[in-house]
């Protein structure tokens, strides 16, 4: 199917400069007004019928930016167009013409069945009742719920739900679709299921604009990859493009137990050290450290970590993960 | 035909679908008391025990004859459904996190919010009628036979105002969490300002100027008018006064919702729990 064609022609989703602050107040007597800026200057286009991938870690402005272009929020300033339509101006117009899928288990109406939490939208985007039934069962087949129609949604599993999110997206068969975090707490298996039929609509011709913090979701199914941290786009690429900018880089990985802070801010100090990632897993923490490439780490590291237990220490080859945690720390 | 060109017809057809049928479904999907086992006891038991409690309080007090009391509070209870029913139309699409799906969707908005009323308004009528039977039934309350078209029409229009109230009320829900706190007040100022339990000439002035902008307040001094055996002529202009009191409130809440949609967009309050 051809990308859809739209009045203004060229990008489907145009975003220049967008910012956006929230204002949020803190005291009970003495209110203190404090602005929060979410969203800093970003800036994207996605052309028509490409699976766009923005990339970033939690609060890093991916939901702000997905709730503007579905005219959700408002803009503090910037101008933000879907096929053509500026959603401040014109949001009924941009409203018709996408679909807006979001992450979680709420946002449907638990006491309903599937099939009359569909039929009501199914109102609200007028699709003539006449092919609602059809349309219906075209999406439950296409999410996986056929046979789970006339189930209360309240008895649904996680996954369940963010199938029936996706049905409720697609109903109206619009050209722009959102995606925002699809995948989050859906089991693998689940995820996967999600993650092709994103494809699969990606290859039908849809424009997607997808949000994830998964860093081997938007590696294996985005054609375009954007990483966003602190309200700012940090790169934009294909993931070939974003992890061949940590090619060139030695990567080690430590296990260990209670590494004090000191510590690891002498790891960061150590020549040739890009970046420190720590993740803090049941009882252990996992370094990654990234480093230039020839940096020999290893025995400098251990002697930084003389008295802590260490587990194991691993060279490996940088993933677009990596490339990921280095433009988010150093942004 | 593209669903971009739709022509007047359909578009009245589609305004029309999201009126009934969607009024419908969002009520099935958002009114807490609509099981049986909340229904009865919320919606009929506890208004019934309201009427008793007071007819029984104004006798062995000595105040106010029976009717006043059955007329009085029968008609208020209607206020139940258009009050709380309203509110959690609209508040309860906060508590299910599904503002956000409805409001970016192109649907007409007074239809999405006024359908949301009709089952309100239905369940409304459907309390007090059942208050008025019951007191029929356990206190022998019976109204001249002829006034009972006009004690009909004065229901439907008192709960349609009290629907009419409950929306502006429910439109709240779209900017502060705490709506309830809102519509509790409002249910039990309502019972002491509108001429409920106290004549309204028993108030000091300033509630009784108040009353007169109230939904219930008018419908029940034309349910007691005819319930006294007077002419539905003489009730018609207190009946087109809630009519009015209603139609007020209605277009109050329409504006007051999109008002509060823009500041949700401009705010970022929607889905905030």
Avoid at chain 1, 242 to 266: F, H, N
Avoid at chain 2, 234 to 248: N, S, T
Wanted: charged residues 20%; positive net charge.
């Amino acid at each position: 199917m051809p990308p859809p064609a739209h009045p203004g022609g060229g990008a489907a989703i145009e975003v220049q400069d967008l910012r956006r602050t929230y204002r949020t107040s803190t005291g009970t007597f003495r209110r203190h007004r404090v602005d929060i800026e979410a969203v800093r200057g970003l800036s994207l286009c996605v052309p028509p019928g490409q699976l766009f991938g923005l990339l970033g870690p939690n609060g890093a402005g991916k939901t702000t930016t997905i709730r503007v272009l579905c005219t959700l929020l408002l803009p503090t300033s910037g101008t933000v167009r879907v096929l053509g339509h500026d959603v401040v101006r014109e949001p009924k117009a941009v409203r018709r013409q996408i679909g807006y899928v979001f992450g979680g288990d709420r946002g449907l109406y638990d006491r309903l069945n599937a099939v009359d939490n569909l039929r009501y939208f199914a109102d609200l985007y007028a699709i003539e009742p006449r092919l609602q039934r059809r349309r219906i069962e075209e999406v439950m087949e296409l999410v996986g719920l056929r046979g789970r129609e006339r189930e209360r949604v309240e008895g649904f599993s996680r996954g369940m739900r963010q199938r029936l999110h996706l049905a409720r997206g697609l109903l109206h068969d619009p050209p722009v679709l959102f995606f925002d975090e699809p995948t989050i707490g859906v089991d693998p298996v689940g995820a996967r299921e999600v993650r092709q039929v994103v494809s699969e609509l990606a290859r039908a011709g849809k424009t997607i604009l997808l949000t994830t913090h998964y860093m081997f979701e938007a590696d294996s199914i985005c054609q375009r990859v954007a990483v966003i941290s602190k309200g700012k786009i940090v790169a934009e690429g294909t993931p070939q493009e974003l992890k061949s900018a940590v090619a060139a880089r030695t990567v080690v990985e430590v296990e260990a137990y209670g590494v004090p802070e000191q510590t690891l801010g002498r790891i960061r100090e150590l020549a040739g050290v890009e970046s420190l990632a720590v993740e803090v897993r049941e009882q252990s923490q996992l370094l990654t450290i990234q480093a230039q490439e020839g940096a020999q780490l290893t025995a400098r590291l251990l002697q930084l970590l003389e008295g802590v237990r260490v587990e194991r220490v691993a060279n490996r080859e940088p993933t677009l993960e990596d490339a990921y945690v280095s433009l988010v720390t150093s942004g | 035909m593209s669903q971009l060109e739709l022509g007047l017809p359909r578009r009245t057809h589609h305004f029309l679908r999201v009126f009934f049928v969607g009024g419908l479904i969002s009520y099935r999907a958002l009114f807490y008391w609509i099981t049986p086992w909340m229904y009865v006891p919320t919606m009929l038991a506890a208004p019934l025990f309201q009427i008793l409690f007071f007819v029984y309080l104004g006798r062995s007090a000595g105040v106010g004859s029976m009717a006043f009391f059955v007329v009085g509070n029968s008609i208020q209870i209607c206020s139940m459904s258009g009050i709380y029913g309203m509110t959690m139309a609209i508040a309860n699409e906060r508590f299910f996190q599904t503002l956000s799906p409805l409001l970016a969707s192109p649907a007409n908005r007074v239809a999405l919010f006024l359908g949301r009323g009709l089952p309100v308004l239905v369940s409304g009528v459907q309390t007090t009628v059942f208050g008025f039977l019951a007191s029929a039934l356990i206190l022998g309350f019976r109204p001249p036979a002829n006034s009972l078209p006009g004690l009909c029409l004065t229901v439907v229009v008192t709960a349609a105002s009290c629907t009419g109230f409950g929306m502006a009320l429910g439109s709240f829900g779209l900017r502060t969490r705490d709506v309830f706190l809102i519509s509790n007040i409002a249910y039990f100022a309502m019972l002491l300002i509108c001429g409920v339990e106290v004549p309204l000439q028993r108030l000091p002035g300033v509630l009784q100027g108040l009353a007169q902008v109230l939904p219930l307040t008018h419908g029940i001094a034309a349910g007691r008018l005819l319930a006294g055996g007077g002419p539905l002529s003489r009730a018609l202009p207190d009946i087109g006064l809630e009519l009015l009191v209603g139609a007020f409130w209605a277009t109050a809440a329409f504006l007051l919702f999109l008002l509060f949609e823009h500041e949700g967009r401009r705010s970022g309050a929607f889905d905030r729990l």
